[in-house]
């Protein structure tokens, strides 16, 4: 794959390098540490190349896929150098990501299957959703798509203020109600307002807090049903937000939310400043449910569509020179 393709500018890999930084650190003294001045690859070098990845994130699943995958290839030959070793050990992961059913192309130029195109943003609370909604909008806008914004967090005393704050800073217009209405009719108004404008992407804001999980998800479910009425086929992304600085948490959160509502993609958030972004691996080769965009940073040029092999090779590589 070419390295400045059409989704992955000069900038943008730069972007990534820097971003992954911290974790890159943890990844790559775990691996050199577990390789280190070995000439064959035996039990105890795969034993420790197992211990390096699991602490660096990838989560057990995975980890035990690429140990297979290793396994399998030095059945034939042993004996190998570590930076051997090191470049099988990225063909593998990256051979793992490639294997999953997953598509890694989202350019915000290229044109939606509908429109408006409705994307509901969902996760937690603290997530990133609102934050991944503004750096959505500002990619969207600069793509010169008309974008809207749809503000159906109205728990939280301060969501539709943030959410406003990013509307005017990518200037873009937003729909709201006041806090406390209810998130179904503004997502309804949003979805109304999005046709008679001729909006082309609409990104709506929802809630990470209830009182409950169960809450949590009838409130979601209620939101879809009061779009479809409107749209049938909407929404046409359902974009679960995780936070990739917790770690195997993030995981978890993948799980019980793609178990409980129809999540479509998803978008993985604060891996800049952690070491824990092993853990991108392991989602995307755990569910058959697409990641999208990882964010890098809190300002609107923070996020990047994700592409595995500038990934993989972000991780293993040193920042190429400018
Ligand atoms: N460093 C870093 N911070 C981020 C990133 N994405 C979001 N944040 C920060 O994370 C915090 C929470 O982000 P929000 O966008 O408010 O999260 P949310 O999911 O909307 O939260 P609730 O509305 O409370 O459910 C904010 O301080 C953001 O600036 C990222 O990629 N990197
Ligand atoms: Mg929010």
Do not use: C
Request: aromatic content about 6%.
């Amino acid at each position: 794959m070419g390295f400045f393709n059409k989704l992955f500018g000069k900038k943008e890999k730069e972007s990534l390098d820097q971003g992954l930084q911290k974790t890159k650190e943890g990844f790559m003294t775990r691996i050199t540490k577990a390789i280190a001045g070995k000439g064959t690859v035996d039990e105890e070098v795969l034993d420790n190349l197992e211990e390096a990845l699991v602490g660096a994130d990838v989560g057990i699943e995975t980890t035990v896929k690429i140990i297979e995958r290793i396994e399998k290839r030095v059945a034939k030959d042993k004996y190998m150098n570590s930076s051997e070793l090191n470049g099988m050990l990225q063909e593998e992961i990256e051979q793992i990501l490639v294997d999953a059913p997953q598509s890694n192309t989202y350019a915000f130029d290229s044109p939606l299957p509908s429109k408006p195109y409705i994307i509901l943003v969902v996760g937690v609370n603290g997530v990133g959703k609102t934050t991944t909604i503004g750096k959505l909008a500002y990619n969207f806008k600069k793509a010169g798509k008309q974008v809207l914004l749809g503000a159906a967090d109205t728990f939280r005393a301060a969501a539709v203020d943030q959410l406003t704050i990013w509307s005017e800073r990518t200037g873009v217009p937003i729909v709201k109600q006041p806090m406390g209405s209810d998130p179904a009719a503004v997502a309804f108004d949003t979805a109304q307002s999005a046709v008679s404008r001729g909006s082309e992407v609409v990104l709506i804001d929802t809630a990470g807090r209830l009182h409950n999980k169960a809450h949590l998800m009838d409130e979601l479910s209620k939101i879809k049903r009061v779009i479809q009425k409107f749209i049938p086929d909407a929404p046409h992304e359902v974009l679960l937000v995780l936070d990739g600085s917790t770690g195997q948490n993030a995981l978890e959160q993948a799980r019980q939310f793609t178990a409980a509502t129809d999540v479509t993609a998803l978008a993985i958030t604060k891996l800049d400043g952690t070491a824990k972004g092993g853990v991108v691996l392991a989602i995307a080769d755990q569910f058959k449910i697409p990641v999208k965009f990882i964010g890098v940073g809190e300002q609107m040029e923070d996020l990047l569509v994700f592409d595995k092999h500038e990934f993989v090779d972000s991780l293993f590589n040193p920042a190429k020179p400018a």
